[in-house]
C-alpha cells in the first residue's frame, strides 16, 4: 500500500496530493522518506571525498581521514535540515499569499517532495562507487 503511494507519488503528484490533502497528516512517512534520502547522500558524501582526499600525499591522507567522517555526519544532518528549512520557507510563502494549514501539514508535503531526491540518489551512488574504483585502479597505475 505505501509502495503504490509512493510511486503514485512519482508518477501522478498531483492525483497523490489531492488525495493526500485529504487524510489525516502523519510525519511517519515524510520522515521515512527525508530520512533515507539523508542516509543516501551521507553515503553519497563518504563515497565522493574517499576519491578527493586520494589526491593529497600520503602524509595529508591521515589529516584529511577524518573528512570522510565529518562529510558523512554532515550531509546526514544536512538533509534533515534542508527537509525543516525548506518547510518553513514554504509555510512562510504560503502565509504571506493568505494560505491556510498548519506547519505541520506543510513539513509533510514537502517530506513527500523529496521522494525524487531518493530516486536521484540511488541512481547517482553506484556512478560515485564507480568513478571511485577508476580512480583508485588510475592511482596504482
Same mark, same amino acid.
Given at each position: 500500500?505505501? &509502495?503504490? +503511494?509512493?510511486?503514485?507519488?512519482?508518477? +501522478?503528484?498531483?492525483?497523490?496530493?489531492?488525495?493526500?490533502?485529504?487524510?489525516?497528516?502523519? &510525519?511517519?512517512?515524510?520522515?521515512?522518506? %527525508?530520512?533515507?534520502?539523508?542516509?543516501?547522500?551521507?553515503?553519497?558524501?563518504?563515497?565522493?571525498?574517499?576519491?578527493?582526499?586520494?589526491?593529497?600525499?600520503?602524509?595529508?591522507?591521515? %589529516?584529511?581521514?577524518?573528512?570522510? /567522517?565529518?562529510?558523512?555526519?554532515?550531509?546526514?544532518?544536512?538533509?534533515? %535540515?534542508?527537509?525543516?528549512?525548506?518547510?518553513?520557507?514554504?509555510? !512562510?510563502?504560503?502565509?504571506?499569499?493568505?494560505?491556510?494549514?498548519?506547519?505541520?501539514?506543510? !513539513?509533510?508535503?514537502?517530506?513527500?517532495?523529496? !521522494?525524487? +531526491?531518493? %530516486?536521484?540518489?540511488?541512481?547517482? /551512488?553506484? /556512478?560515485?562507487?564507480?568513478? *571511485?574504483?577508476?580512480?583508485?585502479?588510475?592511482? *596504482?597505475?
Amino acid at each position: 500500500m505505501i &509502495l503504490m +503511494n509512493l510511486i503514485e507519488a512519482l508518477t +501522478n503528484p498531483d492525483t497523490f496530493f489531492k488525495k493526500l490533502s485529504q487524510k489525516e497528516i502523519s &510525519l511517519k512517512e515524510p520522515f521515512l522518506i %527525508v530520512l533515507i534520502f539523508s542516509i543516501l547522500i551521507a553515503i553519497s558524501a563518504y563515497i565522493s571525498t574517499s576519491i578527493i582526499y586520494k589526491i593529497f600525499p600520503p602524509q595529508y591522507q591521515q %589529516v584529511l581521514a577524518f573528512t570522510k /567522517i565529518i562529510a558523512l555526519i554532515s550531509t546526514f544532518i544536512g538533509g534533515i %535540515v534542508a527537509w525543516l528549512i525548506i518547510a518553513g520557507f514554504m509555510h !512562510l510563502i504560503s502565509m504571506i499569499f493568505k494560505g491556510e494549514g498548519s506547519f505541520k501539514k506543510t !513539513l509533510s508535503f514537502t517530506g513527500y517532495g523529496f !521522494l525524487p +531526491n531518493i %530516486v536521484g540518489a540511488l541512481i547517482t /551512488i553506484p /556512478i560515485a562507487y564507480y568513478m *571511485r574504483e577508476i580512480s583508485q585502479q588510475e592511482m *596504482r597505475l
